[in-house]
């Protein structure tokens, strides 16, 4: 069964930092394009990072210079450290594979970006 576990986010001021982790089982982890989502209230869910087996990443231009994203293929980990964030960044953040399965998003983690 697929499953994805993410965790980390939280309440934070303009300018500070979290990094969010999820957990996958279930998938050949190793050979997918893994990553991370985010919806925010009222908004379609949308890709903003994306990380390739072989170490390719691509940003989604709000986030680009901000966010890193990196994967751990021994744990089936993938992790979004997200710096200077600010309030347009509230969102519940998922990770899945890209393109993604339809069927097994997570719960997901809630991000608030407020002072």
């Known amino acids: 069964q697929v499953q994805f576990l993410e965790s980390g986010g939280g309440l934070v001021q303009p300018g500070g930092s979290l990094r969010l982790s999820c957990a996958a089982s279930?998938?050949?982890?190793?050979?997918?394009?893994m990553a991370w989502y985010r919806q925010a209230p009222g908004k379609q869910r949308v890709e903003v990072a994306r990380?390739?087996?072989?170490?390719?990443?691509v940003y989604a231009d709000s986030v680009k210079g901000r966010f890193t994203i990196s994967r751990d293929d021994v744990k089936k980990e993938v992790h979004l450290q997200m710096d200077r964030l600010n309030p347009e960044d509230t969102a519940v953040y998922y990770c899945?594979?890209?393109?993604?399965?339809?069927?097994?998003w997570g719960q997901g983690t809630q991000v608030t970006v407020s002072a």
């Open positions: 899945n594979r890209q393109p993604p399965l339809a069927a097994n």
């Open positions: 279930g998938i050949s982890f190793s050979i997918r394009n």
């Open positions: 990380a390739s087996p072989g170490g390719t990443e």
